[in-house]
């Protein structure tokens, strides 16, 4: 099945404006992204907009796709200067994420991760109904202490029921134990590659900054738009009257 044109775009120039095309030291440099790179400037290395573009494209088209399926989407990214960025990404588009510290286990032993999901739903539950009442001051303290602490740690995936089919990494480097245990489940890798960076460690790299909070925001606006566009095309199928909706070919 052809794969349905993208309606976000993409501009080069725009991409060089967020700062998307600083690299680092040519000594700190992986030899796979050389192919990414156009130039230096202070002995860095500098990403081809252009070749950015092109994989960006490929990246979203890829997303397109998943929300079109109601696949979903996991969003890591636990560096402290985009962990608020890409919470508020997240949960703009109603998608899982993660913003603290990856939980060793997310996916290889998902049984384990869901029933802390599920106890920590219950513990709200309970508070929002009252029941904790019953318990002393102190003790109330130290549940509310817990639920915060499961907040952190599991807030962003509290409703994702099973693994994702795909997850969008920030930074390949930091998170390289996330990009490790969807290998091991099968689960797709989407991610920002800098030039630190080997970006066949992903099934589709978008070579950027890593580092710029402009270039993360950058991309995930162009993620948070191809997710809109897709939601909304799904949300103006389903309005259609019956006699309307595409038919399947005979």
Not at 122 to 135: F, S, V
Request: proline share 5%; with cysteine.
């Amino acid at each position: 099945m052809p794969k349905e044109d993208l309606q976000v775009n993409i501009d080069p120039q725009e991409m060089l404006e967020a700062g998307t095309h600083f690299g680092h030291r040519i000594s700190a440099s992986h030899p796979k992204m050389v192919p990414f790179v156009f130039g230096t400037r202070n002995n860095v290395y500098l990403i081809d907009p252009e070749k950015s573009a092109e994989k960006l494209k490929e990246a979203l088209q890829y997303i397109q796709g998943l929300v079109a399926e109601n696949k979903t989407l996991l969003l890591v990214g636990t560096k402290i200067q985009i962990k608020k960025l890409v919470k508020e990404t997240a949960e703009t588009c109603l998608i899982p994420y993660v913003c603290e510290r990856w939980l060793g286990g997310t996916f290889t032993n998902f049984e384990v991760i869901k029933k802390r999901i599920d106890y920590f739903k219950d513990l709200k539950k309970q508070k929002a109904e009252g029941q904790l009442e019953k318990y002393t001051k102190k003790e109330r303290l130290k549940i509310d202490r817990e639920i915060q602490g499961l907040e952190e740690r599991l807030g962003g995936i509290e409703n994702m029921e099973k693994l994702p089919e795909a997850i969008f990494v920030c930074d390949i480097k930091k998170d390289n134990i996330a990009i490790r245990e969807a290998k091991q489940k099968k689960v797709k890798v989407i991610g920002l590659a800098d030039t630190n960076i080997d970006p066949s460690l992903a099934d589709y790299p978008i070579p950027a900054n890593d580092d710029a909070i402009s270039s993360v925001r950058y991309i995930l606006n162009k993620v948070k738009e191809t997710i809109f566009n897709a939601k909304s095309k799904i949300q103006s199928a389903k309005s259609l009257p019956e006699t309307d909706q595409p038919q399947p070919n005979k």
